[in-house]
Nanobody, 121 residues
Framework: QVHLVQSGGGLVQAGGSLRLSCVASGRIISIDTMGWYRQASGKERELVAD???????HYVEPAWGRFTISRDNAKNTVYLQMNSLKPEDTAVYYC???????????????WGQGTQVTVSS
């Protein structure tokens, strides 16, 4: 069994910062790409940023220059530092991690429980 637990998020004023964390635990053999998605009310879930096992990073346009994704492989953790937050960043944020676990011989995508980020104007 693999579990992802998110922390961080909350309510912040426009221009403020928040940091999200997501820790994977369980019978983990290997971790590939780690990413962050968000889903605003009434909208589809969308990619924010991801980072491969080799450290290649991909940001989607709303995150450029404001968000920073990073990972700590020793801790099986991915972070999302969000600066200069805007009201349109308000959404539920989910981490997603590709993990090869002890009982499956391929990478499977696991999702965190989601955390609310609300940016007030």
């Amino acid at each position: 069994q693999v579990h992802l637990v998110q922390s961080g998020g909350g309510l912040v004023q426009a221009g403020g910062s928040l940091r999200l964390s997501c820790v994977a635990s369980g019978r983990i053999i290997s971790i590939d790409t780690m990413g962050w998605y968000r889903q605003a009310s009434g909208k589809e879930r969308e990619l924010v940023a991801d980072i491969t096992s080799s450290g290649n990073i991909h940001y989607v346009e709303p995150a450029w220059g404001r968000f920073t994704i990073s990972r700590d492989n020793a801790k099986n953790t991915v972070y999302l530092q969000m600066n200069s937050l805007k009201p349109e960043d308000t959404a539920v944020y989910y981490c997603a991690i590709e993990i090869k676990s002890g009982d499956i011989d391929y990478f499977r995508l696991y999702w965190g429980q989601g955390t609310q980020v609300t940016v007030s104007s």
